[in-house]
């Protein structure tokens, strides 16, 4: 499904060899807990990356993340919970633009990066954006923020020019580094969270 990432959480792989560390425990018991164990592993994966998103530098707030991310609950006759990331689109707005003679800068991830050529420009819709000229798109009429180049502030004229999104919060997800710390999440917190409900339901 375009612009989402779905992360799923099992059982299938690891589930006889954690129960089988587990003596004592009845059949059933495996069974009640092993849905409550995958909700509440979900729930610490989803904190997690935003724990790990915010760690690496990007410019992404706790909440914005927890929003971003939908937990699709296991059960009983459901062995698995899922989370679906989005990959909304995130306006370079979003990201403290601040435009010079040389381009705008923006802060991502950890320090600020250039965009070469690039102008903070309202519509006529009253709505601002990071814009790059673009040969190849449609017109599009603006107004430019800064004095620097023809179709200033106060002055609309219609442009070629593409718009910039910077990273969206499914997109980051994805990296490979953060797929890494998060499986590493999911199985060391799953044992431990289905040893936890088997002895809370043995009380």
Request: overall charge positive; aromatic content about 6%; cysteine-free.
């Amino acid at each position: 499904m375009p612009g989402v990432l779905f992360v799923q959480v099992s059982t299938r792989n690891n589930i006889d060899a954690v129960v089988s560390r587990m003596d004592g425990y009845k059949r059933e018991s495996v069974d009640k807990a092993i849905p409550l164990a995958l909700n509440r592993t979900g729930e610490m994966a989803r904190t997690g990356a935003s724990r790990e998103l915010r760690s690496q530098g990007y410019a992404l707030t706790a909440s914005e993340i927890k929003d971003s991310i939908t937990l699709i609950k296991a059960s009983s006759g459901q062995r698995r919970v899922k989370l679906i990331v989005r990959r909304n689109t995130k306006s370079q707005m979003d990201y403290s633009p601040r435009e010079s003679k040389a381009g705008v800068t923006v802060k991502i991830k950890g320090g600020r990066k250039l965009i070469k050529g690039a102008f903070i420009a309202q519509r006529l819709n009253g709505s601002s954006g990071v814009y790059v000229e673009d040969k190849k798109a449609g017109k599009t009429v603006i107004r430019r923020q800064s004095q620097y180049k023809r179709g200033s502030k106060g002055g609309w004229h219609a442009y070629p020019v593409r718009k910039l999104f910077g990273p969206s919060v499914g997109g980051v997800y994805a990296t490979q580094q953060v797929q890494a710390a998060m499986a590493v999440s999911i199985r060391e917190n799953f044992e431990a969270r289905l040893e936890h409900e088997l002895k809370r339901l043995k009380r």
